[in-house]
């Protein structure tokens, strides 16, 4: 049981590159999420979804896309990377939309 | 704004110590404050979590002491110890998506 499956761990992107951040969760999960966590502000809800079709923006959504085809998965899509957008990522996943499960994170760097 | 504001930013306790984090919120919709620990390069882990109906919950160790009249909530660590050095989040919730953290407090505990 892998839980909450985040690749990749680390990556370097130049200023107005896309990329795609993966998630897969493997507990059957319908409510999945995208955070960021910076230095001194905690984590901070991108976007969300109840349900494989179903997506919608959190507090912090532009510059990000998100889709969710299947219930395992999540991916996130940074459209044209910004130095503003270095952070680390974190995917969760929750059956019951509370008590959240998170990933091991991804640490983005833009330059 | 910051919906859930959280204190201290670092604390350093002895072994055997018992840190006390607190947090604060405006939100009355609020239904949900769970608390989750952090270890350096790692996502957040759900630790405990309270519902607004009940004044104290204890888990082990940690225990969350509630107060609804005065929107604030605490996490306490009984007889801490080395292994117990990581980041503390209080969170908010209510619904699927606006969940909401505070700022994180580093533990350090000292043997």
């Known amino acids: 049981n892998a839980g909450v499956t985040q690749t990749p761990k680390f990556q370097v992107l130049k200023t107005g590159q896309s990329m795609t951040l993966q998630c897969a969760q493997d507990?059957?999960?319908?409510?999945m999420s995208w955070y960021r966590q910076d230095p001194g502000m905690g984590l901070r809800l991108i976007h969300y979804s109840v349900g494989a079709g179903i997506t919608d923006q959190g507090e912090v959504p532009n510059g990000y896309n998100v889709s969710r085809s299947t219930t395992e998965d999540f991916p996130l899509r940074l459209l044209s990377a910004a130095p503003s957008q270095t952070s680390v990522y974190f995917c969760?996943?929750?059956?019951?939309?509370?008590?959240?499960?998170f990933g091991s994170g991804t640490r983005l760097t833009v330059v | 704004q910051q919906q859930v504001k959280q204190s201290p930013q670092s604390l350093i306790v002895q072994k055997g110590g018992i840190p006390i984090i607190n947090c604060a919120y405006e939100n009355t919709a609020f239904d949900y404050f769970p608390w989750y620990q952090q270890f350096p390069g790692k996502g957040p882990a759900l630790l405990i979590a309270i519902r607004p109906d009940v004044s104290e919950k204890k888990e082990g160790r940690f225990t969350i002491s509630f107060n609804k009249s005065a929107k604030q909530f605490s996490l306490h660590i009984m007889d801490s110890q080395p292994g117990d050095s990581a980041t503390y989040f209080c969170?908010?919730?209510?619904?699927?998506?606006?969940?909401?953290f505070g700022t994180g407090t580093r533990l350090t505990v000292i043997p």
């Open positions: 507990m059957n999960h319908e409510y």
């Open positions: 969170a908010a919730q209510t619904g699927a998506n606006n969940l909401f």
């Open positions: 969760a996943s929750s059956g019951n939309s509370y008590g959240y499960t």
